[in-house]
């Protein structure tokens, strides 16, 4: 029966005795070890520090928090003494301290404490060794240190293990003895250091001598690195561990390599720091024995629940081939990110991805496919501001194009838009009952917009600005089945500028007058508006349609047509009385018309008057599921199957084709494995081989209509979480070992791990097809499967497959294979672009821990020779 007592000090004094037990006949009985460890220099130990001063009798206890102490066997006090002995699975507690062991002995006088394990008696009689059980263990600040015995003194902190080993965290240390001197030093006599979790590590570094500050790092000299318990050729003179987890300033570890092209190479050298809890800095730097070298920085903040963000910068210069070579190339390049976003409350937030880049730097320095083929880059920032009570919303917005091959950009700076949902200022209250009078159904929105443009094109810079009010007037009521909606929109744009186009006579030897005339636009600052409206009114209604078959597990088809009209209308602003159009005379006397704020931000009021009818037919077919009588948990579920749309139009104001396209869509979705899409439009109209004119097919009786374009999709989702196999839930390591072994897998595999398909897989398939058919004699197609498929062979075995395949051209586009294995301490990835232009490959192994993550090897080829 296990005992347990709450003792203190004052509680010994007066209710406990107890024989007396001598602490000296039991330190005289255990293993002899060194008092201390000899370390030259900055790593030597005073004698100032040493245990046996430490462990000084002292004629009161300093005991300050209550003991609690606990055993199987016996526990027993002398209180003339002032002697504690515990045994059996001996448990101590003090402060934030806690102690196992098979005996424990206490002295209260000098707040020393003995610990030891005990003989195993259950051990076979004829055996040569005897096997000691219940080890001491020591838990201290959330580290934990066991030993084959411990001296400790509580009071101080300070002690002697033989025969240990600490965890903390991820990694450990051991030694044949450890002398803790004060609270936050130890030193190790032959020690090692390793952060393999393995009783027997794959990887540690030994050393004669170690000094350990807590929660901080650890000092070695002429350290040897194990790897599968076999020494390195060389010891590495001098080594600093870190022994504390999280963000630490330190030297960043290069990666070493060589290019054909930039000769050998540092990459990634450089230090980083931990400014606070809330930000960091990395500066880094590569250097080519060729001639080259870039310069690197990021600094990332955050802030929990508010904001975070990291900068990039980037500068790099590189060389290839040598000077007297005409095709050498000099190339300097540089690139600045910034990621930031922030929410200050709500309602309020801010959000930013900036970048600014050379037109070559991604295809020199990126090794992916996605950045290699990029020809656009996308900045933008945004504000955004709502008012939950009103419903109205301010965003405030900076964006920038720049295209990598021409070096044109596009900003617009600033853009600021303000909208007001739609209101209904008749309505009383918040009443929208079935007995509102009609015209509490009228409800008015509102949008404005300022933009600013800058558009940079070789070299020219263009400046566009404006301001564009959006008012739209609508009502919604309900007429028998049908829900009735007419509108009017009323636009105005203001602006600086309009231009003055005319026509001009230029030099050009290609003519045989020796000249070509040519229009040129003129800008005039002004104050202009520009206004214009239109009108329209839609009805809609839905038609159900249901059968219920109750059987097969079905309980009701229902398909649901949803057919709408429309009718929209839109003044000629051409013309003009508007004053929106005029014209210039080109060199033939004519006179030509042309929109004076067609350039302008918002664009003009448009030309033609437009009247047209739309008209379109939506199609929902949806099944519902049976409730399983014999469950009562079960519910019916709702399957949408079939989603088909029809539209097309009319415009009464065309010359010709007056009749629009007849458009199909559908779309289906079978649970969430397969997805599949398509559209076809049709045309009314014959094709001359060159364009549409105006004559029906049927006119000349080719059918009503013909296919002029199709389009499909389809997009296939698989993933699994395990193969089911055999039930081998019950079988030992050493049968599930030999079943595998008989198995039909073992040339696939490592013979010493068996396949686990336990890890979930995934396979993603995407097929397109494109057909276009508007002129039937030159028909075009372009169809493509796009695969992306990642595996586990076994738990430690990762793959991942990517590629595309055209079946037009009947190559294979942008592979990538990549493989992950893990190590147990080390990790190994392999990246492979097999063929293309960006082909090449990467091999690296390196150690899983993160402070020892610059432990590594790495080869590559092609691509990935000299990039990050």
């Not at 015995?149 to 033989?162: C, D, E, H, P």
Request: charged fraction near 25%; charge should be neutral; proline fraction near 3%.
């Amino acid at each position: 029966m296990r005992i347990f007592y709450l003792i203190t000090f004052f509680l010994l004094l007066n209710f406990l005795t107890a024989q007396e037990v001598s602490l000296d006949s039991i330190l005289s009985d255990s293993i002899t070890v060194k008092d201390s460890v000899s370390l030259s220099d900055s790593l030597s130990l005073s004698d100032s520090t040493a245990v046996q001063d430490s462990l000084t009798k002292k004629k009161k206890t300093d005991i300050e928090a209550v003991v609690y102490a606990s055993s199987s066997d016996s526990l027993t006090f002398d209180v003339l003494q002032k002697k504690m002995n515990v045994y059996g699975n001996g448990n101590l507690k003090y402060k934030q301290s806690e102690l196992t062991s098979g005996n424990i002995f206490v002295d209260f006088t000098t707040n020393e404490l003995f610990a030891t394990g005990i003989p195993d008696t259950s051990a076979q009689s004829d055996s040569t060794e005897s096997k000691i059980i219940q080890t001491p263990v020591l838990k201290e600040e959330g580290e934990t240190y066991e030993g084959f015995n411990i001296r400790y003194n509580f009071k101080n902190q300070s002690g002697f293990i033989s025969l240990a080993k600490n965890a903390a965290e991820d990694s450990r240390y051991e030694g044949n003895a450890v002398k803790k001197v004060d609270k936050e030093t130890y030193f190790i006599d032959e020690g090692i250091y390793t952060t393999c979790p393995s009783d027997t590590p794959h990887t540690h570094f030994s050393a004669e001598e170690m000094k350990v500050i807590h929660q901080d790092r650890i000092f070695a000299k002429w350290i040897f690195m194990y790897v599968g318990g076999v020494p390195l050729p060389l010891p590495i003179p001098f080594a600093v561990f870190p022994a504390k987890s999280g963000r630490r300033s330190g030297i960043i570890v290069p990666a070493y390599g060589s290019s054909p092209t930039r000769g050998q190479y540092f990459s990634n050298f450089g230090y980083f720091f931990a400014l606070s809890d809330y930000m960091d800095l990395a500066l880094t730097g590569d250097y080519y024995s060729k001639g080259g070298f870039a310069a690197k920085s990021r600094f990332r903040y955050a802030e929990r629940y508010k904001l975070n963000g990291n900068f990039n910068a980037e500068y790099s210069f590189y060389k290839e081939g040598e000077e007297s070579d005409p095709n050498a190339v000099r190339r300097k390049d540089y690139n600045l990110q910034w990621a930031h976003s922030q929410t200050f409350n709500p309602t309020t937030t801010l959000d930013v991805n900036m970048q600014f880049v050379s037109s070559s730097f991604l295809s020199t320095n990126s090794v992916d496919y996605d950045n290699l083929l990029r020809t656009d880059i996308i900045s933008n920032a945004n504000f955004r501001k709502r008012w939950d009570e009103s419903g109205n919303s301010l965003s405030l917005s900076y964006s920038r194009s720049q295209n990598l091959k021409t070096g044109n950009i596009n900003e617009t700076l600033p853009s600021l838009n303000f909208n007001v949902p739609t209101s209904f200022p008749f309505r009383k209250g918040r009443n929208i009952s079935k007995d509102q009078n009609w015209y509490e159904y009228i409800g008015y929105s509102y949008s404005g917009q300022l933009r600013n443009n800058r558009n940079k094109t070789d070299g020219n810079l263009k400046v566009r600005g404006g301001i564009q009010h959006n008012i739209s007037v609508n009502a919604s009521p309900k007429i028998g089945y049908f829900n009735i909606s007419p509108r009017i929109n009323y636009t105005e744009k203001w602006y600086n500028k309009k231009i003055r186009r005319s026509e001009v006579l230029i030099a050009d030897t290609t003519q045989q007058s020796g000249y070509r005339s040519t229009t040129v636009d003129e800008d005039i600052h002004d104050i202009n508006f520009v206004r214009s409206f239109d009108f329209g009114i839609s009805a809609s209604t839905k038609i159900y349609g249901i059968m219920q078959p109750n059987m097969l597990g079905i309980e009701a088809f229902r398909h649901t047509v949803q057919p709408s009209f429309s009718y929209n209308y839109r003044p000629d602003f051409s013309e003009e009385h508007w004053g929106y159009w005029t014209t210039y005379t080109n060199s033939a006397g004519e006179e030509v018309k042309y929109d004076q704020y067609g350039k302008e931000i918002f664009g003009g009021a448009g030309s033609g008057e437009s009247q047209r009818i739309s008209f379109s037919i939506g199609n929902i077919f949806e099944m519902k599921t049976m409730k399983d009588p014999i469950d009562t948990t079960s519910q019916s579920e709702k399957i949408q199957l079939l989603n088909l749309g029809i539209s097309s139009g009319y415009d009464f104001t065309r010359d010709s084709l007056k009749l629009d396209d007849l458009r199909l869509t559908y779309r289906t979705q079978i649970g969430d494995i397969l997805s599949l899409n398509g559209s076809s439009v049709y045309s009314f109209y014959e094709h001359n081989g060159n364009n549409f004119i105006n004559r029906f097919l049927a006119s000349d009786n080719r059918g009503l209509f013909r296919l002029t374009s199709f389009s499909f999709s389809a997009a296939l989702n698989l993933s699994g979480d395990k193969i089911k196999g055999e039930d081998r839930t019950g079988e030992t390591e050493e049968e599930e070992y030999e079943s595998f072994k008989q198995s039909k897998y073992v040339a696939l595999y490592d013979e010493t791990e068996p396949p686990d398909f336990s890890i979930p897989w995934n396979l993603s398939l995407n097929y397109n097809f494109n057909l276009n058919k508007s002129d039937a004699a030159n028909a075009t197609k372009n169809s493509g499967l796009g695969l992306s498929f990642d595996f586990s062979l076994t738990k430690n075995w990762r793959f991942k497959v990517r590629g595309n395949y055209d079946f037009q051209r009947k190559e294979i586009s942008a592979p990538d294979v990549a493989v992950y294995r893990d190590l147990h301490c080390w990790e190994m990835n392999f990246t492979w672009k097999p063929f293309g232009t960006y082909r090449g490959f990467r091999l690296e192994i390196r150690m899983k821990a993160p402070e020892l993550r610059d432990i590594k090897v790495t080869k590559s080829r092609g691509l990935y020779t000299g990039r990050r």
